[in-house]
């Protein structure tokens, strides 16, 4: 496949790039160890763009500052910041305050984002405090494994799924993480050897690394109910690959298996756009959305975007009405969930089925509670009218909260706007 | 329960009318007696008519005439006819031949309808040669057992299945013919007796009537896969039940709970219509009706109407509208299918589930067939230009033979009407 050295050369940085950003990060280390106590043990640039495993253009840099376990929680988190803002004001940058598992400083410096994180320095093995402090072991796991080569492989990779548009383990895209990507190739040794493999993949399909024997004496691996489960060398009770929902696993196995049998450039080139776009050339149904206004960002609206859709969906489904698909979506300003009818609009009438006419009780009760009743393939059944005859309807009611959906915190039905268009 | 005598003595034919229709049977009886040979070995009245469990305003005579079992067929069924036609003629009836298994004589004698027919005389036991051969044996198991009491308790049955319009064994009605009402008088003792036991069935309930075993030594029970099985007590590889739908069954068992569990006078009173206007006092969804020239009788026509049904049904559905209830029906001159939908129209596009995305062939070959797939709930799936996007499209498709439809032999698709309105 020649083709995939090109498109290495457009995803790897350049020699200039790497040094240019190793620079700025070392700058950044300075300052931090200039300002620290004896509590610092150690400031470390960790992540892609320390492994070499990052992408052109990727101008991430992940510093981590590792404190002594003696240290209280408050006290990590108040120096961290400290010296976090101390670094950055003194080299010229901005910053704000973001939080993860505890806050830290996500900062900018030119063209690039510096995110500074405080985190307890433990050893292989041991328990973790804060949930970043897996990262550090993560990092020497790999850089110890990892070589030329290997990152190229996990560039091109990464450069894969990207176009699949299931790079990332946020909870918007439910994909696959770099540190997952690392591992995966340190297993299979490269790009084509991982996919080759994945074509045949089922679901449940666990990956476990041979150096995991080399560390554990006994390996315990707890059992995971995940689409795909990978190992963390660093942590047996934890699956790198558990962000990754059904949906994106059933792709990557699915792609992998189109791409070998057909090998083209353009899976690397936005794939996942363009196939939407072709697919989207159609007649459409009865479009739906709900506007709300964003409130937060999309690690927090996501998921619970997503418990109001699934919310609704029941609802709709409950009315007879029949969606052809929905999703939620987010701009800078505002969360929408989107819906397709195939069927939007219904008579008035309905018929309810009811239990078996042999089942007598059943049968007694269900009389009591409805009128018009016969008896129709063995069961009694009756008419009755349709709550709502279109789905605008229903939708108004969810508004109104007239019908019982799942709260969400962030996302409040009465900010609600209904937009609707029957052709697009 | 008062109100059944009131019943029993609107549904009984006056001793005045008993007497006045026996001797118009006997005078038939020895008319065809004065123009037979000595191949007729007996002419009897047999039926309900003779036997006293008629319902009022029931003037049907069923003369049946014995034949020696030496005739051939061909000479039964011209002697038959014959003899029919004679004594009609010489009584100043009028006839026409009409058609069951063999021809037999439908004559008109003043408002009697007088059914000759032809057949040979067999013994309990014995094999029959022609269907109406066994007649005469369920007359003499009957009459032998029936008394005033229980063929009143027959009549309170008959009333009662009328009104239920599930009364008759005929392919249109597919309920209870006359014969098994009084098998399961006999067996049962009362009408009520019956319900009371009826509430309770199963389906693929099973009655056998005592006498089969004192008149069978060691009775073999052929097994029947039907919702009512009685075995007929002449003929054991007969289920007298036949005929009746399992849909008819349950409405037996479901009615006869709802009667006893509150009495009412109106069970008997045409309940079926009446059941029938309160359900259609609703709003309706679109109804569209199939008509077609009546080239035939009911029998005929019935079961070929519902063969076009179930057939056009699976169109429907196929094409992913909703029928709500479909049904057919005849007037004198036409036949109807008639359907009330749910959901008539639909968008355009059209999603089609492929495989499961880790089948690889199927996948392949669903890949050859379809454009603009993707990835959906772990199978392969794509969107395709729907055909029908209104059911009327699709019934005009049907009319115009362009839609493969179970062929039907009296009714022809080119001499079916669409007729459709939205609101009834």
């Known amino acids: 496949m020649k083709f995939l050295k090109k498109i290495l050369e457009e995803v790897k940085p350049s020699e200039e790039e790497v040094r240019e950003l190793k620079e700025v990060a070392n700058k950044v280390i300075d300052k931090i160890k200039e300002f620290s106590d004896n509590s610092v043990l150690e400031v470390l640039h960790l992540g892609s763009s320390a492994r070499n495993t990052n992408l052109k253009n990727d101008f991430d840099i992940d510093i981590f500052v590792l404190f002594d376990k003696s240290l209280s929680i408050e006290e990590l988190e108040r120096k961290g910041l400290e010296l976090g803002k101390k670094a950055l004001e003194s080299l010229g940058g901005s910053y704000v305050i973001s939080y993860a598992s505890h806050p830290y400083v996500k900062g900018k410096l030119g ?29 020497k796991f790999l850089v110890e494994r990892l070589n030329e080569k290997l990152c190229d492989e996990v560039r091109l990779l990464k450069a894969f799924l990207k176009s699949l548009n299931i790079y990332g383990s946020d909870v918007k895209t439910k994909g696959f993480s770099g540190y997952l990507c690392e591992l995966l190739i340190l297993k299979y040794g490269s790009f084509l050897n991982l996919l080759q493999d994945a074509q045949n993949w089922r679901l449940r399909k666990v990956i476990i690394l041979d150096d995991i024997y080399k560390i554990y004496e006994n390996p315990k691996f707890k059992e995971f109910d995940d689409p795909l489960i990978v190992y963390d060398p660093t942590d047996l009770n934890r699956n790198v690959a558990s962000p990754l929902s059904k949906e994106n696993f059933c792709k990557f196995v699915y792609y992998s298996w189109l791409f070998l049998s057909e090998p083209k450039e353009e899976f690397f080139y936005n794939y996942h756009k363009r196939l939407e776009e072709e697919l989207n050339e159609r007649e459409h149904g009865f479009i739906v959305k709900l506007e709300f206004p964003k409130e937060e960002v999309d690690d927090i609206v996501y998921p619970q975007l997503e418990k109001l859709e699934k919310s ?14 929905s999703k939620c979506y987010t701009t800078d300003n505002y969360c929408y969930i989107e819906w397709e009818f195939l069927v939007y609009e219904l008579p008035n009438v309905k018929v309810i089925e009811g239990p078996p006419i042999f089942a007598k009780e059943r049968v007694k009760s269900f009389i009591r509670k409805h009128k018009k009743t016969f008896v129709k393939d063995c069961k009694l059944c009756c008419y009755e009218e349709r709550k709502y005859k279109n789905v605008l309807e229903l939708f108004k009611d969810i508004l109104n909260k007239k019908v019982p959906i799942a709260k969400t915190k962030h996302i409040s039905l009465e900010k609600g706007k209904l937009i609707w268009s029957q052709v697009q």
Chains 1, 2 share one sequence.
């Open 111 to 139: 063209k690039y984002n510096i995110d500074i994180v405080p985190c307890y320095k433990i050893e292989f093995g041991e328990k973790i405090i804060s949930a970043v402090d897996r990262t550090p072991l993560h990092h």
């Open 312 to 325: 609704i969906n029941k609802h709709i489904i409950k009315n007879d009405f029949v969606p052809i698909r």
